[in-house]
């Protein structure tokens, strides 16, 4: 590792365009040895390192002056234990991979996003989940970690171990992911049903969908053009009500012993479970997050509803919808709280900051918590009421990287 130069850096952008930066090194290692080489000399020279997955967020997570590494070529199934249920991969994965690989195995993700281009890495390290109210975030899956560390020194972290909880959303601070292992089950295959239902009936029908389904989620659609900003399918033909305007676009998947099909007008399938999640995104949004404990889920959403539809009714993005079991990561948005998530978007090029700023006074007044990839308002005075561990990952962050080179201007306001 003593001999490793560094090569030219360059500059990089986020899949969406609202994140860009210049780096002054660019690295693309193959393999954990080459990751521990990049940083140790990094490290040496002073310089911050990131690691970038697919550049799926919306924050400026991976932003740095120093050393970015991209993990798109550290990828690929390291190992799969049918008996114990666990597959051990390269952080560089992506999702859908990994889904298509244990699908040979006869397993399958307990669950997932509705993304799954994302680097595996990426998106556990910010918090990304699907949608259930009795299923974690997608780090909840997370048995066993390997982290690289600033002298380039490797840390296994296993079930037991109590910063494996910190570490499972760590927003690569703890060090860079080489590898997770991660705990799945049987293979199944999910149906899933989509029909359109007017605000009032989902509401009437919110808690009775979200107890009776494995998973239940929904797209609120304020005026008919919403839906076509999220390629949504036009559901009318299933619809419950005569309106196309403040609609709800409805989902419930649930296990199923039946072969797959998909009925003729598309709105019913069945398939396997990694092959239903996915849905098609055209990156021509910058979205807003928050984790609402989901005793306020239904009030919260009726405030924003208000909004969109008084104050900024120029707004016309989909409003996402979902359930998230809590969880015990440290810094996880889920932390030992149940919740909903309810995201909101604003258009490229179009100034959206008083829109979501004022979508942040209303959620935040719930003692919300934001996905770390995504845009948002939390301040350093937040974290200590949000999260009860924070000053323990504040701890552990500090003396696995006391110089700080993991930090970057983004996140050193709130983790220093």
């Known amino acids: 590792m003593s001999g490793t130069a560094l090569g030219p850096g360059g500059h990089w952008r986020n899949w969406v365009g609202n994140q860009s930066f210049v780096a002054r090194h660019m690295a693309k290692p193959a393999s954990e040895d080459e990751i521990a080489a990049a940083v140790a000399a990094a490290t040496r020279e002073g310089l911050g390192v990131r690691a970038a997955g697919s550049g799926h967020s919306f924050t400026p997570v991976v932003a740095t002056s120093g050393l970015l590494l991209s993990l798109q070529q550290h990828a690929g199934i390291i190992a799969v234990d049918v008996e114990r249920k666990q597959v051990t991969v390269k952080a560089g994965t992506r999702i859908g991979d990994v889904g298509r690989a244990l699908n040979q195995h006869g397993l399958s993700l307990i669950n997932q996003g509705d993304i799954d281009t994302q680097a595996l890495a990426g998106a556990l390290s910010t918090g990304t989940h699907g949608t259930g109210a009795t299923l974690g975030n997608m780090a909840s899956q997370v048995v066993g970690m390997r982290l690289v560390q600033p002298d380039g ?57 979200a107890a009776t389904n494995r998973h239940f989620a929904f797209f609120w ?35 199923t012993t039946d072969a797959p099909y998909t009925r003729a007008d598309g709105f019913e399938k069945v398939a396997y479970s990694s092959d239903i999640y996915p849905i098609e995104y055209v990156p021509n949004f910058h979205e807003l997050e928050y984790a609402v404990p989901v005793a306020h889920g239904k009030q919260a959403l009726c405030e924003v509803r208000d909004l969109m539809l008084t104050k900024h009714r120029n707004c016309i993005y989909p409003v996402e919808y979902r359930f998230t079991a809590g969880d ?13 998530t309810i995201s909101v978007s604003g258009g490229p090029g179009i100034d959206y ?40 990952f504040r701890a552990l962050r500090r003396a696995l990287d006391p110089a700080g080179h993991f930090l970057n201007d983004h996140f050193r306001p709130l983790f220093a």
Not at 178 to 200: G, P
Not at 227 to 238: E, F, G, I, N, P
Not at 332 to 337: A, D, K, N, R, Y
């Open 221 to 255: 659609c304020p005026v008919p053009e919403s839906r076509h900003l999220y390629c949504l399918a036009d559901t009318s033909s299933v619809s419950n009500t005569k309106r196309d305007f403040d609609v709800c676009e409805m989902k419930v998947m649930n296990i």
């Open 328 to 340: 015990g990561g440290w810094i996880s948005p889920f932390f030992e709280q149940d919740s909903v």
């Open 153 to 209: 020194s490797v840390l296994t972290l296993d079930h037991g171990d109590e910063r494996l909880l910190a570490a499972r959303v760590s927003l690569g601070l703890l060090g860079v992911v080489s590898a997770y292992t991660l705990q799945v089950m049987d293979a199944y295959n999910l149906k899933e049903t989509v029909w359109r239902d007017d605000f009032a009936a989902c509401l009437e029908r919110h808690d009775e969908l």
């Open 353 to 392: 900051w008083n829109y979501l700023r004022d979508v942040d006074a209303i959620l935040r007044q719930y003692g919300s918590r934001p996905h770390w990839g995504k845009l948002h308002f939390t301040n350093v005075d937040d974290m200590p009421k949000l999260f009860r561990r924070y000053e323990d």
